[in-house]
């Protein structure tokens, strides 16, 4: 379950800095610094930051755990995709927990 609603947040952080990004002015230089945000998007920056590493990483474990070897190669081409496993194992295990 804490899975899913740090997936949550770190979709929904990727989607504020998305959507705000290419018309903001502060981006001009194709950057945006620590300087130049704003002090309410520290902590959005830092939990999509730690939260995209904690999914990779977790997708990564949970696939080598249970000897799945190539999918495990596979998510750290394809890093979303370890997001997307890490979710879905949530998921699961909350849900043989309430069956």
């Not at 800095?17 to 002015?25: A, E, G, H, K, V």
């Not at 945006?32 to 995209?52: A, H, K, N, Q, V």
């Not at 999914?55 to 596979?74: A, N, P, Q, T, V």
């Amino acid at each position: 379950m804490k899975t899913t609603i740090l997936f949550g947040i770190v979709l929904l952080g990727w989607i504020y800095f998305i959507s705000n990004i290419p018309n903001d002015p502060r981006v001009i230089d194709g950057t945006l610094d620590w300087s130049e945000m704003y002090y309410y998007e520290y902590p959005i920056y830092l939990t999509i930051f730690i939260g995209t590493f904690y999914l990779y990483f977790s997708g990564l474990i949970i696939c080598f755990k249970g000897k799945r070897y190539f999918l495990g190669i596979i998510c750290m081409v394809a890093w979303p995709l370890a997001g997307i496993i890490t979710v879905i194992n949530a998921i699961k295990i909350n849900h043989e927990k309430h069956a």
